[in-house]
C-alpha cells in the first residue's frame, strides 16, 4: 500500500475538496479529542505509531510527484506529542522540500512552527484547527493537545514567517462551542484568510467518550442527533436546518471580517465561498 495515496478514495458524496493527495507520517494520535472521528476505523488509534519504512518510502513516492497537493495528515495528526522529539514529520518535509509538490499541513499542534524554514522553501499553507478561544473547554474537548492560546500564537507566528494560514473550528458542538464571534474576531486580526467549519458527527467510540466528558450536554444533543438527526454520506448528522444555521452563522461571521469560509462535509456546499479546506491559499509557484 503506497504512504502517499489519493485523498477520499471512497469518494464520499459530502466531499468537497479538490484533487490532493494525503501522507499520514503516523498511525494514530495521542491528542485523545473527544470528537475524534479516526478512533473509529483506525486500530489502536491512541497508541500513535510511525509508518513502516517512514522515510525509505517517502523518498521513493516523492521522487514521482509532480506538483499535486500533499495534505499531511487527515487521519492522525502530524504533530503528536512524540514528534516534538523523533522528528519524523520534519524529515517528511525536507524529503518533500526537494520535491515537485504543493504542501498542506493540518494540525492542532504548536510544533508546526519549528518547521517554518522548510515550509518557506516549497508552496504550503497551514490549518490549524482551533475549536475553541477558551483553554478549558479545550482541555475538556482536547485532554491532551496545546492549548487554543498556544495555538493562536502558533497561527501568529506562521503568518508573520510569511506561511497562509486558514482555521479549522471543527466540530462545531451545539451548546458547547457553537458561538464562534470572538474566536473569528481574533483570528481576523492576526491574518487568517480562510475559516473551515463542520458540526459533530457522533460514532459509537467519540458518542461514548463525549458522553462520559459532558453527560448533561450529550443528554441534550441525543434526540438531535438520533431521533431527528439525518443520515448522509454514512454519518449521522443533525438536522438540516439547525446544521444550517450554525454553519451559515459561521459563514457570516468570517465574511464579515473578509475572510473566505467552507463546510467539510455537511451537503451545504453553497455555502462555500472558495475551496472548502483552504487549499486555495497555498501559492502556484515556489516562493
Known sequence: ????????????????????????????????????????????????????????????????????????????????????????????????????????????????????????????SVALTITTDDDNLARILEPHAPSSTERLRAAQDLIGAGIPVSVRIDPIIPLVNDDPSKLIATLAGIGVKHITSSTYKPKPDNWRRLSQALPKIAEKLKPLYFQQGERVGGNTLLPKDLRFKLLSNVRELASARGMKFGVCREGLPTLNTAACDGSWLIPAAAR
Not at 466531499?15 to 470528537?35: A, E, F, W
Not at 510527484?65 to 525536507?94: H, M, Q
Request: aromatic share 6%; glycine share 4%.
Open 1 to 124: 500500500m503506497p504512504l502517499i495515496s489519493s485523498f477520499d478514495p471512497w469518494k464520499n458524496s459530502t466531499c468537497t475538496c479538490p484533487p490532493k493527495l494525503t501522507l499520514n507520517p503516523y498511525s494514530g494520535c495521542d491528542h485523545g479529542c473527544l470528537y475524534c472521528y479516526a478512533s473509529s476505523y483506525v486500530q489502536n488509534f491512541a497508541e500513535c505509531r510511525p509508518k513502516k519504512d517512514l522515510l525509505q518510502a517517502l523518498k521513493r513516492e516523492a521522487a514521482k510527484l509532480k506538483g499535486e497537493i500533499v495534505s499531511i495528515s487527515n487521519s492522525s495528526d502530524p504533530y503528536p506529542r512524540a514528534e516534538a522529539g523523533a522528528g519524523l514529520t520534519r524529515r517528511c518535509l525536507e524529503i518533500l522540500s526537494e520535491s515537485n509538490c504543493r504542501i498542506q499541513i493540518i494540525t492542532k499542534s504548536n510544533i508546526v512552527t519549528r518547521d517554518d524554514d522548510l515550509l518557506t522553501k516549497v508552496p504550503s
